[in-house]
C-alpha cells in the first residue's frame, strides 16, 4: 500500500508538471527534444512531462527601442538623433521572430544606424530640424522591409530628439538673438520716424495756424486804424492829424501797460543830446495838435447841437 500511493503521487506529479499558464499577449515555443514543436497562445496549456519543454516566451504586446545615433549633416556638423522605433512580434510568425534572429534589438539598432547615416549626411543642419518626418519614415520604410521576414512588424519610427555640438548651439541662439534685435531695430526705427514726422506735421500745422492768427490779427489791426482815420475824416479832421492823435493814443495805451505791472522799468535813453531834444520836441507836437484837434472837435460838436 505504501508504494502504491508512492506511485500515484509521482504520476500526479508527473501530469501537474505537464501543465504550464501562457499569460495574455504571450506566445510560448514548445520544443520536443531540442525540436520546434508548436506555439502555444494564451491560456491553460499541456505538454508532454520529461518530453516536452518551454524554449522560451515571446511577449506579442507592441515594444519601443531607443537608439542614439551619431552623425554628420551636410554641412559638417555632428549631430546627435534619438530615435524611437516601436514594433511588435506578428502572432502568425512567431517561429521566424524566435528562431531567425539571435539578438532582435541588435539587429533593428544597425538597421536604424545605416539608414540615419544614409540620409542625414544629404541635409544642412537646419534641413534636418525641418525634414525630420522625411527622416523617420525613412527608417520606418527600411526597416519595415528588412524586419517583415524575420516576422517583425514596425509601428513606428519617431525622432525624438536632435542636439547637435554645443558650440553650435551656441552659434544658433547667437544668430537667432543677432536676427530678433535685428527685426526689433527696425520696428523702433519705423517707431522714430513715424514719431518724428508726425511731430513735424503737427509742429508744421502750429506755425501755419500761429501765422494765420497773426495775419488776421494785423489785418483787424490795419482795419481799426482805416475806420479810425475815417471816422476823423468825417469830423473834419485830416489824415495827417488823424495819423497824430492815433500815435498819441498808442503812446499812453503803452504806458498804461507798463504801469500796469509794478514790476516793469522803462529807460529811454536817446542817442545824443540833439535826437533827445528832437524826440521831446516831436512829442510837445504831438501833444498839442492832439488839443488841437480835441478843441476843434469839440467846436464842431457845439456848432451842430446850434
Known amino acids: 500500500m505504501p508504494g502504491t500511493y508512492i506511485i500515484i503521487v509521482l504520476i500526479l506529479i508527473i501530469i501537474v508538471s505537464g501543465l504550464f499558464i501562457v499569460k495574455q499577449q504571450t506566445a510560448a515555443v514548445i520544443e520536443r527534444f531540442g525540436k520546434f514543436q508548436s506555439v502555444r497562445k494564451a491560456g491553460l496549456q499541456l505538454k508532454i512531462p520529461l518530453i516536452d519543454r518551454i524554449a522560451g516566451r515571446v511577449s506579442l504586446r507592441i515594444q519601443q527601442l531607443d537608439v542614439i545615433v551619431e552623425t554628420k549633416t551636410k554641412d559638417d556638423v555632428f549631430v546627435h538623433l534619438k530615435i524611437s522605433v516601436q514594433f ?6 512567431v517561429y521566424n ?4 534572429l539571435q539578438s532582435p534589438h541588435e539587429q533593428i539598432t544597425a538597421f536604424i544606424f545605416d539608414t540615419v547615416r544614409a540620409e542625414v549626411p544629404k ?5 534636418v530640424f525641418v525634414k525630420k518626418e522625411e527622416i523617420a519614415l525613412a527608417i520606418q520604410r527600411e526597416l519595415k522591409a528588412a524586419m517583415l521576414a524575420y516576422g517583425y512588424d514596425i509601428i513606428k519610427a519617431l525622432v525624438t530628439d536632435i542636439d547637435p555640438d554645443e558650440k553650435v548651439k551656441i552659434a544658433m541662439n547667437r544668430i537667432n538673438a543677432s536676427e530678433r534685435e535685428k527685426v526689433a531695430a527696425q520696428y523702433e526705427g519705423d517707431a522714430q520716424r513715424i514719431l518724428i514726422v508726425e511731430r513735424a506735421k503737427a509742429e508744421a500745422e502750429s506755425k501755419r495756424l500761429q501765422g494765420m492768427g497773426i495775419a488776421d490779427q494785423r489785418r483787424e489791426i490795419a482795419r481799426g486804424l482805416e475806420d479810425s482815420v475815417d ?3 468825417k469830423v473834419g479832421i485830416n489824415s495827417q492829424e488823424a495819423s497824430a492823435l492815433i500815435i498819441v493814443t498808442q503812446h499812453y495805451d503803452t504806458l498804461q501797460a507798463i504801469g500796469a505791472d509794478t514790476n516793469s522799468n522803462l529807460i529811454l535813453l536817446p542817442n545824443s543830446p540833439q535826437a533827445g531834444s528832437n524826440m521831446l520836441n516831436e512829442m510837445v507836437a504831438s501833444f498839442t495838435a492832439a488839443n488841437q484837434i480835441g478843441e476843434s472837435m469839440k467846436r464842431q460838436n457845439r456848432k451842430k447841437k446850434e
Do not use: G, S, T
Not at 511588435?88 to 510568425?93: A, E, K, R, T
Not at 521572430?97 to 531567425?100: E, G, I, V
Not at 541635409?123 to 534641413?127: K, Q, T
Open 88 to 93: 511588435l512580434i506578428q502572432p502568425d510568425h
Open 97 to 100: 521572430a524566435f528562431y531567425k
Open 123 to 127: 541635409m544642412i543642419l537646419d534641413d
Open 231 to 233: 471816422i476823423l475824416n
